[in-house]
């Protein structure tokens, strides 16, 4: 049976004009020519190199940057239903997205403006409740909270609108090992209890293995392979993807930021394929390939 779609990439491309130190016009091109479905209710996974186009993709999906080519489609929302708030995001810190001068409360209520005041405050409280954050502590502002509250803060942030695509750019690099866990499951918890479609942006491949249903990965702006997370694993076909997977990132996710950061750095020992046709090796799995080899 077909599965239905959230998310359609058409053909996405996008350049950024910047002014170097000197005064030349630099053009960087973020993404090229991405195609990608997201189904309902999955997590799609999507790794890559820092600067390689995973936040240029998700901010593009949300329609928070324009696309210089192509097209994003969501086939079965309304234009009702995207207006209402359907598309959420995530970031990787909620310190510096979290308006510091309001309290749990304020922040989880302020995407119900349209609300009656009551409503909105009942539906923020239940939801920062079902995230662990009850009692005085909606009342506190967000430097009372650790880092793990803080987060849960930003994700009770996000679904209190009952939203069906919600993006997640890295929401547990800045925790620590044993608070990221506490964060998924909380995740994964909310997933189900909404129905909800994640694209989850991760420095971390192993994390993503056991996060995601499948896996995009990206290289400098391409996207290189596409599969269900057991076969990236266990048939990695792109030398890119191969080379991820053997450069054994580190757990921590401070240390494989770096890591990855220095692995794009290091470009010239490391200049994977981005032309070729994009082939399906088996079902539902994709590589693009250069032709005959
Ligand atoms: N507003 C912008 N202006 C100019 N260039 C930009 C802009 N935003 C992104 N870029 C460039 O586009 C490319 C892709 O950036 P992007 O932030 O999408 O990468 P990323 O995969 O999310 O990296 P990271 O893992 O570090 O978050 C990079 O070369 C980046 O410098
Ligand atoms: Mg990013």
Known sequence: MPKDIMVEVAGVSKTYRKKSWLGQEQVVQALKDIELSIFKGETLGLVGESGSGKSTLSKIILGLETASQGDIRFPSLSDQELKKQALQVIYQDPYSSLNPNLSALELVKEPLYALPK?????KALAILERVGISGDAVHKR????SGGQRQRIGIARAVVSQPQFVVCDEPTSALDVSIQATILDLLRGLQDEFGLTYLFISHDL???????DRIAVMYKGSLVELGSASAIFQNPQHAYTRYLLKSNLSLDPAQARQELADLAKNKQSHDFVTQGQWLEVEEGHFVLSIPDK
Do not use: D, G, I, Q
């Open 118 to 122: 009551e409503e909105a405050e009942s």
């Open 142 to 145: 967000p430097k009372s909270f």
């Open 206 to 212: 192993t994390l993503v293995r056991h996060f995601a």
